[in-house]
T-cell receptor
Framework: GQQVMQIPQYQHVQEGEDFTTYCNSS?????IQWYKQRPGGHPVFLIQ?????EVKKQKRLTFQFGEAKKNSSLHITATQTTDVGTYFC?????????FGTGTRLKVLA | NAGVTQTPKFQVLKTGQSMTLQCAQD?????MYWYRQDPGMGLRLIYY???????DKGEVPNGYNVSRLNKREFSLRLESAAPSQTSVYFC???????????FGPGTRLTVT
């Protein structure tokens, strides 16, 4: 069956450092979504990527969809304490969307 | 505009007890979902409903039943709770098939 792997599982960074999380699929994807979940909160939709090689920016966040549409990345420039949380990718699967296991980001002030 | 609401926020059950988790959305969405989230496991789909009157099993449906009462409401029932069902349960909705999902605040369930 389809598998989606997200790495790293955890990342601790100093405030101001950059952060990147990667999502890799075993199959070609029609699209990919990214969500953020603050500690104790619920997932919140960030973005959906559809086109091969697509790059989208939201302030300090840059999202990229691979040329082969099998992987994606989320990059945060100059992290802030407000970036703390878990970042999930979600890909279309048999049961609607399959969520990756997430990357938990901790930002040290 | 409340979005997606869930009740209760917290619940403690004894093994074998039953309960229903309630979910409602006010965004006129067709699709609704129930997920469970366990530490290190991400979100796993329990059941979903693509439209009023239809429900389908997700990845982990055993031990659960659902009802799509109307377009707004989608409930999840545990008939005989087990400790393995200790988890955080999220309800979500989306307007289009494959569209962004809006999540409720979650129900934290402990089964002892």
């Amino acid at each position: 069956g389809q598998q989606v792997m997200q790495i790293p599982q955890y990342q601790h960074v100093q405030e101001g450092e950059d952060f990147t999380t990667y999502c890799n699929s075993s199959t070609t994807l029609s699209n990919i979504q990214w969500y953020k979940q603050r500690p104790g909160g619920h997932p919140v939709f960030l973005i959906q990527l559809v086109k091969s090689g697509e790059v989208k920016k939201q302030k300090r966040l840059t999202f990229q969809f691979g040329e082969a549409k099998k992987n994606s990345s989320l990059h945060i420039t100059a992290t802030q304490t407000t970036d703390v949380g878990t970042y999930f990718c979600a890909v279309p699967g048999t049961y609607k969307y399959i969520f990756g296991t997430g990357t938990r980001l901790k930002v040290l002030a | 505009n409340a979005g997606v609401t869930q009740t209760p926020k917290f619940q403690v059950l004894k093994t074998g007890q039953s309960m229903t988790l309630q979910c409602a959305q006010d965004m006129n969405h067709n699709s609704m979902y129930w997920y469970r989230q366990d530490p290190g496991m991400g979100l796993r789909l329990i059941y979903y409903s693509a439209s009023e009157g239809t429900t389908d099993k997700g990845e982990v449906p055993n031990g659960y039943n659902v009802s799509r009462l109307n377009k707004r409401e989608f409930s999840l029932r545990l008939e005989s709770a087990a400790p393995s069902q200790t988890s955080v349960y999220f309800c979500a909705s989306s307007g289009d098939r494959g569209g962004e999902q809006y999540f409720g605040p979650g129900t934290r369930l402990t089964v002892t």
